[in-house]
């Protein structure tokens, strides 16, 4: 018992243990699972802190604030390449889309929350709970904070948020899978795998007969020793290259039993050594005219496998077999392709088109895969050190933007520093997809800012709360799940019908773009499964980015709407 006594007293001395005590805890209990479900870090981070929190530990509110701007801001970064490419380019509909299921979850939680009399604590906590977005939380406390409730008021209503977004969590994430995994389909009355299959081979056409990686690996290596005057010896490295009817690639140069560096301008001599890459018909010619040899040593040319971020506007919106004719496509395979701040694979076809922020990996000889590398944008190597002074700028520029308050009608309008800093973000996240050398954030420095931010948030919040969250789920809980149900379906529901009648999209994608729309990654992986394809995700990207955003910005408007 004196033990237990010495544990409260520590960690009330020392909160910070406390949150990082809450932090290990809750990651562990969320990363649990059962078949394809789990509570997920936030949950778990969450009701860790709730029982943390019993012993009544206080906690700076600057430590959920600092964490709290740093992971919006990593959101925005995250999403910003899709969600500009959504509003400018040709993923408007699934842009608007976006919008319109946003706008569908707000007015539905605002019309439960009306109906039920909750204040704007348990309204937002109802929006963060049935909708799974859990960011929302941050700003709404700031716009409670800042709504002229006195502190004992908006400490009443910032208690009550987390005790509806646990309470209805659960369903909202459960609830949305099942909905648009298993209803998605009787809704739209299609065989999903059928469609999906139907669609991969209309993105096929094109493609080569063993598949669209053949046509990025078009050429084969042979060694040759040069012997005759004035074919090869004599020319210089780029004349020879194009000598012969096609054009073949120098890989290396052996003179005298050494291995030399060359460059376009080096003359190749009788007697040299080469190794090169090229067509067959066009090795054949060489071959009439130079000897080829079995050289072991000369044929090991060095491989690599490399991610590459598409930046450049010659790639943007290009398919992948347009690509393909082009002169650098040559000696690579692409390997994958991945889209958006969750990195989802979507599929590798003929007809896929590369986007501004994709990641594809690409593998072959090192000089070909630099050759393609400047063809699409910039190899994604992994690096450790992040540009603390574009992560810093762009933080600070965005909250001074969003501290910026206009009074209207007395009431006080500001997106807060916390917004100011998703802003921010957005626009740093599009401006490095034009400009790689602008700013390094590795995917490492992303995911700690991303989840650890917001995890501390969360945990805060809990260990905060947790004194009187017990006595709130008796007042409200059953109650709350009940309107949560509500809250998490009749958008679900509407979405995949607004998707087919309104906006026309496509019965493969269709399922993915209401995922999308709700942020719900787990909802578009059992889609996958189910169809057997990741032709959904196409449609997952764009709408995601798009809400990810908006969602966020609800827990603000909702509060304002029932200030």
């Not at 910070?16 to 059962?34: C, K, P, Q, S, V």
């Not at 509806?164 to 065989?191: C, E, M, N, Q, S």
């Not at 400009?435 to 954030?441: A, D, E, F, M």
Request: charged share 15%; glycine share 10%.
């Amino acid at each position: 018992m004196d033990i237990w006594h010495w544990l409260v007293n520590t960690l009330r001395d020392y909160p910070e243990l406390a949150i990082f005590l809450t932090l290990a805890l809750g990651y562990w209990i969320g990363n649990f699972r059962f078949k394809s479900f789990s509570l997920g870090t936030v949950t778990g981070t969450l009701l860790i802190g709730v029982l943390v929190g019993q012993i009544a530990i206080e906690i700076s509110p600057q430590i959920k604030s600092i964490f709290f701007i740093m992971f919006l801001f990593s959101v925005g970064f995250g999403v910003g390449p899709q969600f500009v490419r959504g509003i400018a380019n040709n993923g408007l509909s699934q842009a608007l889309f976006a919008v319109v299921i946003s706008a569908l979850c707000l007015l539905s939680v605002y019309i439960i929350a009306i109906i039920a009399g909750y204040g704007p604590g348990l309204a937002a906590g109802l929006l963060a709970g049935t909708q799974t977005i859990s960011a929302s939380m941050g700003l709404a406390t700031n716009a409670i904070n800042q709504s002229g409730l006195s502190p004992e008021a908006a400490k009443e209503q910032l208690d009550t948020m987390p005790v509806a977004y646990a309470i209805t969590y659960l369903f909202g994430t459960v609830g949305t899978g099942w909905i648009i995994a298993f209803l998605g389909p009787k809704l739209l009355r299609v065989d999903l795998a059928k469609e999906c299959a139907r669609y991969e081979r209309e993105m096929s056409i094109g493609e080569p007969e063993g598949g669209i990686t053949t046509a990025w690996y078009q050429y084969e290596y042979r060694a040759y020793l040069l012997k005759t005057p004035n074919f090869i010896a004599g020319k210089t490295v780029l004349e020879a290259e194009t000598y012969v009817g096609g054009h073949v690639f120098l890989e290396k140069l052996r003179r005298n039993g050494e291995f030399i560096e060359f460059d376009d301008n080096t003359i190749l001599e009788v007697g040299d050594i080469v190794a090169v890459s090229g067509r067959t018909e066009t090795l054949v010619e060489w071959s009439n005219k130079a000897e080829e040899l079995s050289e072991p040593e000369m044929l090991q040319i060095p491989i690599e496998s490399v991610d590459v971020v598409i930046t450049n506007k010659h790639a943007n919106n290009k398919t992948i077999l347009e690509l393909t004719n082009t002169p650098r496509a040559r000696g690579v395979y692409i390997n994958r392709i991945r889209r958006g701040s969750l990195a989802v694979d979507i599929p590798v076809k003929a007809q896929t088109q590369l986007h501004r922020g994709d990641i594809v990996n690409l593998s072959g000889s090192k000089k070909h895969v630099e050759s393609m590398v400047k063809e699409l944008g910039f190899a994604d190597r992994p690096t450790s050190v992040t540009d603390m002074v574009f992560v810093g700028a762009g933080i600070v520029l965005g909250g001074i933007i969003g501290a910026i308050t206009i009074p209207l009608e007395g009431i006080p309008l500001t997106l807060s520093t916390s917004g100011g800093a998703l802003i921010s973000g957005l626009i740093c996240g599009w401006l490095r997809s034009y400009k790689p050398n602008l700013g390094s954030v590795p995917s490492a420095t992303l995911w700690f800012m991303n989840s650890v931010g917001l995890n501390i948030f969360i945990a805060v919040v809990g260990i905060t709360a947790g004194p009187t969250f017990i006595s709130g789920v008796k007042s409200v809980g059953v109650e709350v799940f009940f309107w949560g149900l509500l809250a998490t379906t009749i958008p679900m529901l509407l979405a995949p019908i607004i998707g087919k009648y309104i906006f026309r999209f496509d019965p493969a994608i269709n399922l993915g773009c209401c995922g999308g729309a709700r942020t719900s990654t787990a909802s578009v992986a059992m889609v996958a499964e189910i169809s057997k394809s990741n032709v959904p995700m196409l449609g997952y990207t764009v709408p995601y980015a798009i809400s990810n955003t908006l969602l966020t910005l609800w827990g603000m408007v909702i509060v304002l709407l029932l200030n």
